[in-house]
């Protein structure tokens, strides 16, 4: 059976010495026998079907992949178009009454329990919000997430310690949830 997924590589082509040319990704995928390759953006998703593994195979197969081609290392997370839709339909903020840079998906690798959040004062943060929902965090930034004090906040290192943490705009979530569909 062949199962359609996309892969969120984090980090990459936001400045410095971390370029992965969209074209290269998709040549890497196909090499690799993965059908149905195609990118978005330039920030680092792309779409493609499998006959064999799972999420967590694909997914140490492509990091691996990603540091033998460009050098260097690239965290990964490949999630099926099931969980994809998941996430887009389980909001817990009225995603279709805001602007798509007002709400964000922060994607882990592994679920991630409140305790690891109980140092964030989510009062002082307000009216910017997070909730958590499986294996993701939704965050809604009213001005943004550039200009966002919690999303600085969540990203501190001893709240991801152990996680892969990659952040898509809601654009891109449902953009996903479309690409990876049947």
Same mark, same amino acid.
Request: aromatic share 8%; charged share 25%.
């Given at each position: 059976?062949? /199962? ?34 195609? /990118? ?13 593994? =799972? ?19 690239? =965290? ?17 903020? #009225?995603? =279709? ?15 991630? =329990?409140?305790? *690891? ?9 307000? #009216? ?10 939704? %965050? ?13 906040? %969540?990203?501190?290192? *001893?709240?991801?310690?152990? %996680? ?7 654009? /891109?979530? *449902? ?8």
């Amino acid at each position: 059976m062949t /199962t359609t997924y996309a892969a969120l590589l984090r980090g990459i082509n936001v400045g410095g010495g971390r370029k992965v040319p969209m074209a290269d990704l998709r040549g890497l995928l196909e090499e690799r026998g993965f059908g149905g390759v195609r /990118t978005y953006l330039q920030s680092g998703q792309a779409v493609f079907t499998s006959g064999h593994g =799972d999420e967590e195979s694909l997914q140490a197969e492509l990091t691996a992949a990603v540091e033998q081609r460009f050098g260097f290392a690239v =965290d990964v997370i490949v999630r099926d178009h099931a969980y994809l839709r998941a996430v887009a339909e389980g909001s817990p903020f #009225p995603a =279709d009454a805001l602007q798509p840079k007002q709400l964000h998906v922060t994607y882990f690798s592994a679920p991630a =329990d409140e305790a *690891r959040f109980a140092e964030v004062d989510r009062a002082a943060f307000l #009216p910017e919000e997070f909730r958590l929902g499986d294996r993701a965090l939704y %965050l809604y930034t009213p001005d943004g997430l550039g200009r966002s004090k919690l999303a600085e906040q %969540l990203a501190r290192p *001893r709240i991801t310690k152990g %996680l892969i943490a990659t952040t898509r705009n809601w654009n /891109t979530v *449902r953009k996903l949830v479309e690409m990876t569909a049947p």
